[in-house]
C-alpha cells in the first residue's frame, strides 16, 4: 500500500525504529 511504510525501508529505519531487525 502507498500509505504504508515499507520493510526496512532506509529512510524510515534511520528515524523510525518501528521494525528494526535489530
Same mark, same amino acid.
Given at each position: @500500500? +502507498? =500509505? /504504508?511504510? @515499507? +520493510?526496512?525501508?532506509?529512510?524510515?529505519?534511520?528515524? /523510525? !525504529? $518501528? =521494525? $528494526? !531487525? $535489530?
Amino acid at each position: @500500500a +502507498p =500509505n /504504508e511504510p @515499507a +520493510p526496512m525501508s532506509e529512510e524510515k529505519h534511520k528515524t /523510525e !525504529p $518501528w =521494525n $528494526w !531487525p $535489530w
